[in-house]
């Protein structure tokens, strides 16, 4: 079974400070992990994924996400956040062995306060 | 822009009633599923179609159902409507079954009262 935990459903940073969100994944094989930005009243958009290939992945906007298979986890970075940043942030995995089914965390709430 | 499209953006629905949401996948994609999104939680699988066939289900009762047609827009029924089903419904679109990138839509925000 797939599954992904978010730690912290809020997250406060100040407007130039680093970005972390948390991402911690279950999965009984190799897993395809995303991080989707959600803006108020919109669908999901793609920020970036890991699809086995290099563990350090770039996405759009300047976020990127590192693969630790010793620790299960894709936590998001950005070095410096802008106000537009803010929004809701979902962590997604999928097993190469259900399809494209998507399995979604709760989501983490970002706030950049200027 | 993601090239999928939803209709409508919003509706509001009494209990017991039907409705239908419609989405129209991205030029090329062959593959349409469908999440649901209740406040403050992250999307739920629902179902996916590939070529017109239902493959693969979430945990959601039988009066969810679905169809997609031959240039693989897609609809989602739900029968006998409940307050729980107040929800954002989101379509996605994909090139191809197993495909790892999915297109998503901008929703359907559903109310039930």
């Known amino acids: 079974a797939q599954s992904v935990t978010q730690l912290g459903s809020h997250v406060s940073v100040s407007e130039g400070a680093l970005v972390l969100l948390r991402c911690n994944y279950s999965?009984?094989?190799?897993?395809?992990l995303f991080w989707y930005v959600q803006y108020p009243n919109q669908g999901l958009q793609l920020l970036l994924k890991?699809?086995?290939?290099?563990?350090l992945v770039k996405g759009i906007n300047g976020f990127e996400a590192e693969f630790k298979k010793s620790e299960t986890s894709f936590h998001l970075t950005k070095p410096s956040a802008h106000m537009s940043d803010a929004a809701e942030y979902f962590c997604?995995?999928?097993?190469?062995?259900?399809?494209?089914?998507?399995?979604f965390g709760t989501g983490t709430s970002l706030t950049v306060i200027p | 822009e993601t090239g999928v499209t939803q209709s409508p953006t919003h509706l509001i629905k009494t209990r017991g009633q039907q409705v239908t949401l419609r989405c129209s996948s991205q030029?090329?994609?062959?593959?349409v599923s469908w999440y649901q999104q209740a406040l403050g939680q992250g999307p739920q699988f629902i179902f996916q179609?590939?070529?017109?066939?239902?493959?693969g289900r979430g945990n959601f009762p039988p009066r969810f159902s679905g169809l997609q047609f031959p240039n693989y827009s897609s609809e989602l029924n739900v029968n006998a409507l409940e307050l729980d089903d107040s929800a954002l419904y989101l379509c996605?679109?994909?090139?191809?079954?197993?495909?790892?990138?999915?297109?998503f839509g901008q929703g359907t925000r559903l109310t039930v009262v």
């Open positions: 996605a679109s994909s090139l191809a079954q197993g495909s790892t990138e999915a297109f």
């Open positions: 999965s009984s094989v190799p897993p395809y």
């Open positions: 890991y699809t086995s290939a290099a563990t």
């Open positions: 997604a995995v999928i097993g190469s062995n259900t399809g494209n089914q998507f399995y």
């Open positions: 030029s090329g994609h062959n593959t």
């Open positions: 179609y590939y070529r017109e066939e239902e493959n």
